[in-house]
């Protein structure tokens, strides 16, 4: 009699969802005590109700200023307050979590130490592109996971570590459909909403960013403003087939350039010379997400997840995508001009 034949793991018509599939991946990690799976589950009810808030903003009055500045002196909206208080909210009871910082608040909200069971930070970006809330263009929420780690010099909290130490990264975008991008650091995983039931389904597993794509997103607008190596890189880009793409909500652009390939970029600019993304909860989370899958995430010529951050809110220049198209402009900022792109297949 022939042995039963089990079916692989993933058959085609699998319906996971977003907790089920962190708990399977739990188990692939010896000693894994579940506590991940109860930050995600977290995250994802913030998310549900962010993206009920988002879809219900006209409807709910809840577009426009929120009249203040945040620390950074940017203007507020409502839903980047409302976004962040639903954050705090979702994830302030789980027992777990030793610091939420986000970025609407000067300081981290430090709930526990780890002597009270405070294993994770958990930083995140409340409402990304906000300011495109009101054109209905899609908006996201970023974040970024870390141990909390006793640090040696007590002066520096143990939050601001350098990106490769994140456990877990990732965004929900909501766009045409609300999804949810994680990675823990074992590939990385699509979901999307299921409005229906009420749960984020597995979509894409192990994704894998394309290369050969010719996209390149950047606020052009600064042009003038951008170092001359990356002047002459979009004059290259100018005729050699490339297309333009910049919704202006990081979320947006990095999920079209995971998904479709290609490079996002945000340079030095005169308002930035450093760069405008923060490093902790926008840059790292996404350098994470696209190095796992497959592509490469630089500020300057350095990578991202390697540096070493002095404040919470600090701010980076971006270069991400995948690896041939990052190391095009790459060749630019050494000072080299590489041949011209061989013709776009008609
Ligand atoms: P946030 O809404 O969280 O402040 O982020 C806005 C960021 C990011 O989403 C986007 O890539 C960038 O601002 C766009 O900046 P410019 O308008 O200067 O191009
Ligand atoms: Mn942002
Ligand atoms: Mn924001």
């Not at 777990?96 to 981290?108: C, M, T, Y």
């Not at 970006?125 to 906000?130: A, C, I, N, T, V």
């Not at 880009?237 to 297309?243: A, E, L, M, Q, R």
Request: hydrophobic content about 40%; some cysteine; proline content about 7%.
């Amino acid at each position: 009699m022939t042995p039963p034949q089990f079916e692989p793991r993933y058959t085609r018509d699998n319906l996971a969802s977003l907790q089920s599939h962190i708990l399977a991946e739990e188990r692939r990690h010896p000693g894994a005590t579940g506590e991940f799976s109860w930050i995600l589950s977290a995250i994802s009810l913030a998310a549900k109700t962010i993206a009920n808030k988002v879809r219900r903003a006209r409807i709910e009055d809840v577009l426009g200023e929120h009249g203040d500045h945040n620390l950074h002196g940017e203007r507020q909206q409502k839903l980047d307050v409302i976004a962040n208080e639903i954050i705090m909210r979702c994830l302030g009871d789980r027992a777990n979590i030793a610091v939420l910082a986000s970025e609407e608040d000067e300081q981290p909200v430090l709930l526990r130490d780890r002597a009270e069971g405070g294993r994770y930070c958990v930083l995140f970006d409340p409402l990304d592109g906000s300011s495109n809330l009101d054109v209905c263009v899609g908006v996201g929420t970023i974040f970024s996971i870390l141990r909390n780690e006793r640090r040696a010099p007590r002066e520096v909290p143990h939050h601001l570590q350098p990106g490769f130490r994140q456990v877990a990264a990732g965004y929900i975008l909501y766009g045409s459909s609300v999804v949810f991008v994680v990675t823990t650091g074992n590939g990385v995983d699509m979901f999307v909403l299921d409005q229906s039931i009420g749960s984020f389904v597995l979509v894409q597993r192990r994704i894998r960013i394309p290369s050969g794509t010719r996209i390149y997103s950047i606020n052009e607008a600064y042009l003038d403003a951008f170092p001359e190596p990356y002047q002459r890189y979009l004059r290259y880009c100018h005729t050699s087939g490339y297309s333009s793409r910049y919704i202006g909500s990081m979320v947006a652009d990095v999920h079209r350039t995971l998904i479709k390939g290609g490079i996002f970029i945000y340079p030095p600019t005169r308002p930035h010379p450093g760069g405008k993304l923060r490093l902790m909860y926008e840059a790292n989370p996404m350098a994470m997400i696209i190095e796992q899958a497959g592509g490469v995430a630089l500020s300057g010529s350095e990578r991202t997840l390697l540096i070493r951050p002095f404040d919470l809110h600090q701010r980076t220049t971006v270069i991400l995508g995948s690896e041939d198209q990052v190391d095009i402009l790459r060749a630019f900022l050494a000072g080299e001009t590489p041949p011209p792109a061989p013709a776009v297949p008609a």
